[in-house]
């Protein structure tokens, strides 16, 4: 097989700052903001040369061949937005991020740590302001003279989320505007504790060091890694150890595992559950090597579930602006196999599960929410069933056709088989109905309320049995207080209790329960035969 073409280019992204705040300011007229916002930036674009490769509500991905000609374009920007008279006077404002670098074509999109590094650039900054690597400046070094009204400011290294070393930052400062801005939002790199020359003399003592300690190293166990924030943790299913600690970058949340691959989303869940905003991303982790990529292509997850392929399908949530999609992302080269386009929605979130060939889904907040649709996989083909009560698919059990859905106002499940349009109201006996997982003849239910975890039959009676889990005292009262997510798989059933930092591991046969402590924030949870594979935020969830 041939190899990707590859090319090398300036990736600019743009977005606005306090979008939310703007929306929550204009309502109704936000709809015209975003539309001049747009018309203005396109114009750049086209007039500098650049082609825009993908636009999310209020942000822009666009490549130029120069990187003369991207800084000037990000110039040109911040005077246009300076000049421009919005709808009642609002102040708009808009941060750049720019990096020059090589990356995968793809035809209509770009794929590489090249355009992750320009994204992470455009995140640091603040509205108003230009930010550019170290190579974007230096492509334009013999140039800024020229370049109008430009003038380049270092800022020093900054250590950016997911990019393992640090990014010296440098600011186009543009004539006649504001130049100076609160600090970047990234760390300055840790200082290195020894000297080049105090490490170099210490190598020969070293190297005994590590030839007398290969015995006792290899006979004895190596002590576990320390479980960092921001992170995929590996425990050990028997010994209940952490094996590996991968980082993944902030807000890690939902995680799925499918063949060799673990993904992961970052955002959907916030301190209310749901959280309301438009930066969310995939993450995926390779088991054989902990290699952590970062999806790109425009993705903006709110919902994520795998197929028997190991393929996984991206629900994509655009809010009132406009409809969302379904994504099948290639497993192994990250191809978009399939998009679906989906009606257009209310909510930031859209539950979505696979089975039996078909995706199905809700408009958790539509017009319509007793409706649950079947999408096949193959050809988009929808299908809509009515139910008695606004219901989320939540889970798919294989042993029996069924599809559990969570009806969060009431409490209650509705178990669902769609070979006959039958529907069953079932009660869980928590109190705050939340994650559902299925596995074999079971079903379990985590409690959101409470750190509970409920036991079901899959099949006749459900004769639900409620599972406390004791010694679970809040370690901090703004994280969620109950069971986050649930998930089954080779007999055991896997629970994640944030506020007490906590993972819970549950015998499907003997329901002996046994806490693993977590010194974060332990969130999403998937299994693989080997592993169990949870996501550590380094804030509350």
């Not at 290899?218 to 479980?227: E, I, K, M, R, Y």
């Amino acid at each position: 097989m041939s190899e990707r073409p590859s090319t090398t280019a300036t990736f600019l992204f743009t977005d606005i700052e306090g979008s939310t705040q703007l929306l929550t300011t204009l309502r109704a007229r936000y709809a015209t903001l975003l539309e001049e916002h747009h018309c203005l930036l396109r114009a750049i674009f086209a007039d500098f040369g650049g082609t825009e490769i993908d636009n999310q509500g209020d942000s822009f991905f666009v490549a130029f061949r120069r990187a003369q000609d991207a800084v000037s374009a990000a110039g040109e920007i911040q005077r246009a937005l300076a000049k421009h008279e919005w709808p009642d006077g609002v102040e708009l404002r808009v941060r750049i991020g720019l990096h020059t670098g090589e990356a995968q074509s793809t035809g209509e999109r770009y794929i590489g740590l090249s355009v992750n590094r320009a994204a992470r650039i455009s995140a640091i900054g603040h509205g108003g302001q230009v930010l550019v690597s170290q190579t974007t400046a230096q492509h334009v070094e013999d140039d800024i003279d020229h370049l109008d009204r430009l003038s380049m400011r270092d800022l020093g290294e900054r250590q950016l989320k997911d990019i393992a070393r640090p990014v010296r930052i440098y600011q186009p400062d543009v004539g006649g505007l504001r130049t100076n801005f609160p600090p970047l939002e990234a760390p300055r790199p840790g200082k290195r504790r020894r000297s080049r020359r105090i490490a170099l003399l210490a190598a020969p003592v070293v190297a005994i060091g590590i030839a007398a300690a290969l015995f006792l190293v290899l006979g004895s166990d190596s002590a576990p890694p320390t479980v960092l924030p921001d992170s995929l943790v590996r425990y050990d299913p028997n010994t209940l150890k952490p094996t590996d600690v991968i980082p993944i970058g902030a807000g890690a949340d939902l995680a799925v595992a499918a063949g060799k691959y673990v993904w992961v989303t970052h955002y959907v869940v916030g301190p209310n559950a749901v959280r309301q905003a438009g930066d969310h991303t995939l993450t995926r982790v390779d088991t054989r090597t902990n290699e952590a990529v970062v999806v790109g292509g425009g993705l903006s997850p709110c919902g994520l579930t795998t197929d028997p392929s190991g393929d996984v399908w991206v629900a994509n949530c655009y809010g009132r602006s406009r409809p969302g999609t379904l994504v099948r992302v290639g497993a192994d080269d990250l191809r978009f196999k399939r998009t679906f386009s989906m009606p257009r929605s209310t909510g930031t979130v859209r539950p979505l599960v696979y089975g039996d060939g078909s995706l199905w889904t809700s408009d958790v907040d539509g017009s319509a929410p007793t409706v649950v649709e079947q999408i096949d996989s193959d050809t988009g083909k929808r299908r809509k069933f009515e139910m008695s009560y606004p219901t989320e698919p939540t889970a798919w059990s294989d042993e029996y056709g069924d599809l559990w859905g969570l009806q969060v106002d009431r409490g209650r499940l509705a178990r669902f088989h769609p070979a006959t349009s039958s529907a069953k109201t079932v009660d869980p006996s928590v109190t705050g109905s939340g994650d559902v997982a299925a596995a074999g003849d079971l079903v379990w239910v985590g409690d959101w309320d409470t750190p509970a975890v409920a036991r079901l039959q899959a099949r006749g009676a459900p004769r639900p049995r409620v599972i406390k889990l004791p010694g679970t005292g809040a370690r901090d009262s703004e994280a969620f207080n109950g069971v986050l997510f649930v998930e089954a798989g080779e007999g055991v059933v896997w629970a994640t209790v944030p506020a007490a930092g906590q993972l819970w591991r549950i015998d499907a046969d003997t329901n002996v329960k046994t806490p693993i402590n977590v010194p974060y924030f332990p969130a999403g949870v998937a299994v693989t035969p080997d592993a169990v594979w949870v996501t550590v935020r380094g804030e509350n969830v």
